[in-house]
T-cell receptor, first 110, second 114 residues
């Protein structure tokens, strides 16, 4: 079945630094979504990428979808303490199932 | 902003007992889902529901699990005979249409089987 892999599992970042989390799917995706889960919270939708090679930005967050629609990345610049949480990518191949990666848990050193 | 509502927020049950987790999806949404997350682990797909029937289910969703939309608003997940390994956070989610929308998740029900 479809597998979505995400690295790194943990990211410890100094406040103000940049970091990137990477996502790879074993199959071609119709789209990929990114979610953020704060500690003790539920996943909250951030963005969706649909087109091959698509790049989208949300303030300090930049999301990319690979040309083959099998990989994606999230890059955060100038990390802030509000960025703490787990970032999940989730891949979709049909209407009925979204498969989540294992997530990257981000901690920030002030 | 519309929300997906889940009750209860925390359920403790004896092993072997039946539990029903309840969800009220956003009113105009058409696709409904249950996911679970064992503490510290990934969010795992259980089942999707569309047009009053199961669309897809995972290998986790065995005969002990069932879903219902009994009255057009509530969406329930029943676990018939709970096991210790069913302890997890269970999230309900809904979307308006299938393809190009982000999921709205509820706050979850933490199920503890003792």
């Amino acid at each position: 079945g479809q597998q979505v892999m995400q690295i790194p599992q943990y990211q410890h970042v100094q406040e103000g630094e940049d970091f990137t989390t990477y996502c790879n799917s074993s199959t071609t995706l119709s789209n990929i979504q990114w979610y953020k889960q704060r500690p003790g919270g539920h996943p909250v939708f951030l963005i969706q990428l649909v087109k091959s090679g698509e790049v989208k930005k949300q303030k300090r967050l930049t999301f990319q979808f690979g040309e083959a629609k099998k990989n994606s990345s999230l890059h955060i610049t100038a990390t802030q303490t509000t960025d703490v949480g787990t970032y999940f990518c989730a891949g979709k191949t049909n209407d009925y199932k979204l498969s989540f990666g294992a997530g990257t848990t981000v901690t920030v050193r002030a | 902003e519309p929300e997906v509502t889940q009750t209860p927020s925390h359920q403790v049950t004896q092993m072997g007992q039946e539990v029903i987790l309840r969800c009220v999806p956003i009113s105009n949404h058409l696709y409904f889902y249950w996911y679970r997350q064992i503490l510290g682990q990934k969010v795992e797909f259980l089942v999707s529901f569309y047009n009053n029937e199961i669309s897809e289910k995972s290998e986790i969703f065995d005969d002990q699990f069932s879903v219902e939309r009994p009255d057009g608003s509530n969406f329930t997940l029943k676990i018939r005979s709970t096991k210790l390994e069913d302890s997890a956070m269970y999230f309900c989610a809904s979307i308006f249409r299938g393809q190009n929308y982000g999921y709205t998740f509820g706050s979850g029900t933490r199920l503890t089987v003792v």
